[in-house]
């Protein structure tokens, strides 16, 4: 292990931490588990990679979001809250579909082909960090990591809209009750979730290869983290996605043969060890 290596899974982690913290917030208020999220973040790096190539890429890493944010409004007022009310399987089936059609849209948009995205320009390179040089970009992806997660900490509890995040989310009747509006509430947490995985997917573009099978091969690392961490926790996914990025990483170069396995033994862990997740169900915790 080399502290090149330590940093190559901080980068994943917080692309983990960013994608999972969208999908924690879906699942805690609307307790949807939303099996389109790795086709949203798909559709971010796609986003990324046609702005970028006409405009410029700090331009994707705003548009992304906004774009996806506006399709998550389309997921919540068309999907969402029409299936509240149905059974869990019956609304993940509906999110699974939801997945195949947006991949085949996309597919018939920018084709099968993998597309690369240039870094932006001085970011290309390399730096130096504790006298070890490593990728500049990969630093940026850390850095916004970092100043989401804090983002989203003050948001959910420094503000009016995050106290009534958090409680539409441990109590959805009583809250309605003290006025709370839990669709407004249920809207907002649905885009921003989207818009997350957007960001995501535009951060990923330049760091991974843009390619139809980037949401599935995603999909699966992120909905783990979100069990591990407890369902609808986002410190829980932000903490478990860090831990599972590294851990992985660190695995493909200490233990190749079983490092795709890692996720799922870690997995089965934390379900025998404390079926809950480690900071159990809650947007809030």
């Not at 960090?129 to 850095?143: D, N, Q, W």
């Not at 509006?181 to 979730?193: A, I, Q, T, W």
Request: glycine content about 12%.
């Amino acid at each position: 292990m080399n502290f090149t290596q330590l940093l190559n899974g901080v980068a994943f982690g917080s692309l983990l931490m960013i994608l999972s913290s969208g999908l924690a917030m879906i699942y805690g208020l609307r307790g949807v588990t939303n099996f389109a999220h790795g086709a949203l973040y798909m559709a971010g790096a796609y986003l990324a990679f046609s702005v970028s190539a006409h405009f410029s890429f700090w331009l994707a890493l705003v548009a992304a979001p906004l774009v996806l944010a506006v399709l998550g409004a389309v997921l919540e007022l068309v999907f969402f809250r029409r299936l509240e009310h149905r059974s869990h399987i019956e609304v993940g089936l509906v999110t699974f579909g939801i997945a195949l059609v947006l991949e085949r849209v996309i597919v018939l948009i920018w084709g099968e082909r993998t597309l690369a995205v240039s870094a932006p320009a001085g970011l290309g390179g390399t730096t130096s960090v504790f006298g070890v040089a490593y990728p500049a970009y990969r630093l940026l992806i850390i850095a916004v990591a970092v100043v989401l997660a804090a983002g989203l900490v003050w948001w959910l509890r420094g503000t009016t809209l995050g106290l009534h995040i958090r409680a539409a989310s441990r109590d959805g009747e009583t809250s309605s009750i003290l006025g709370i509006d839990k669709d407004r509430v249920s809207l907002v947490v649905v885009c921003v979730g989207a818009a997350l995985a957007g960001l995501a997917g535009a951060l990923a573009a330049p760091y991974v290869s843009v390619d139809p099978g980037m949401g599935v091969a995603i999909l699966i690392n992120v909905l783990i983290v979100v069990v591990i961490g407890g369902a609808g926790s986002i410190a829980g996914a932000m903490i478990a996605g860090m831990v599972l990025g590294i851990v992985q990483t660190l695995g493909a170069v200490l233990v190749p043969s079983l490092s795709v396995l890692v996720p799922y033994i870690a997995l089965v862990a934390v379900l025998l060890w404390r079926p809950a997740g480690l900071a159990g169900k809650g947007v809030a915790r």
